[in-house]
């Protein structure tokens, strides 16, 4: 079965710092990944998607992600993030070709003060 | 806004009850998963339906059970509860095909649900 780690438990940074939110997965096979959001209030939303090709993938709201294979990593990084960026952060596995059992990790707290 | 609804945002039921969720997909979707987000805790999933039947479930027990319809909106039913089922339940519908499952899930905002 699939798992996923998420090392930074709750992450404090200044605006206009960079972002760096770690993510390892274990499964013997291959993957799909994902990063998803979760804004105060608000539903779960899918930041960026990784399923095959260039491994680094850009998203939505300026995020990006690389996929290092032989780490089984798959880190999210912004440059430069801004206070509404304050959210939890979720990264997910999804064995390729089965149904879609999505393992989340269990979440980073970010919190960026203006 | 995503398209997912799920109803009631809120409930409150005592252990041993039986509880019913409801979801309706996003419109033009055909595949449901269900999921636990426990306080501090990432989603952990129940199970999916595609196409009115189960196909894939998580480590969770009978006693969760779940419906499809022929909309594709979906229930998921706990009997028995316990304290340890109080938690957010969350829907995620997507569009499953010729592609297979590789396709955005689409969430909904969850029901909070309290056992005491």
């Known amino acids: 079965a699939q798992s996923v780690s998420q090392h930074n438990h709750h992450v404090i940074l200044s605006e206009a710092a960079s972002l760096e939110l770690g993510c390892n997965y274990s499964?013997?096979?291959?993957?799909?990944l994902f990063w998803y959001v979760q804004y105060p209030g608000q539903h779960l939303q899918l930041l960026l998607k990784?399923?095959?090709?260039?491994?680094l993938v850009k998203g939505i709201k300026g995020f990006e992600a690389e996929f290092i294979k032989s780490k089984f990593s798959f880190n999210l990084r912004k440059p430069s993030v801004q206070w509404s960026d304050t959210a939890e952060y979720f990264c997910?596995?999804?064995?390729?070709?089965?149904?879609?059992?999505?393992?989340f990790g269990t979440g980073t707290k970010l919190q960026v003060i203006p | 806004e995503t398209g997912v609804t799920q109803s009631p945002t809120h409930l409150i039921k005592t252990r041993g009850q039986q509880v019913t969720l409801r979801c309706s997909s996003q419109?033009?979707?055909?595949?449901v998963s269900w999921y636990q987000q426990a306080l501090g805790q990432g989603p952990q999933f129940i199970f999916q339906?595609?196409?009115?039947?189960?196909?894939g479930r998580g480590n969770f027990p009978p006693r969760f059970s779940g419906l499809q319809f022929p909309n594709y909106s979906s229930e998921l039913n706990v009997n028995a509860l316990e304290l340890d089922d109080s938690a957010l339940y969350l829907c995620?519908?997507?569009?499953?095909?010729?592609?297979?499952?590789?396709?955005?899930?689409?969430f909904g905002q969850g029901t909070r649900l309290t056992v005491v």
């Open positions: 997910a596995v999804m064995p390729s070709g089965g149904y879609q059992k999505v393992t």
């Open positions: 990784y399923f095959s090709g260039d491994p």
């Open positions: 339906y595609y196409r009115e039947e189960e196909n």
């Open positions: 499964y013997g096979g291959t993957v799909n």
């Open positions: 419109s033009g979707h055909n595949t």
């Open positions: 995620a519908s997507s569009l499953s095909g010729l592609r297979g499952w590789e396709n955005e899930a689409f």
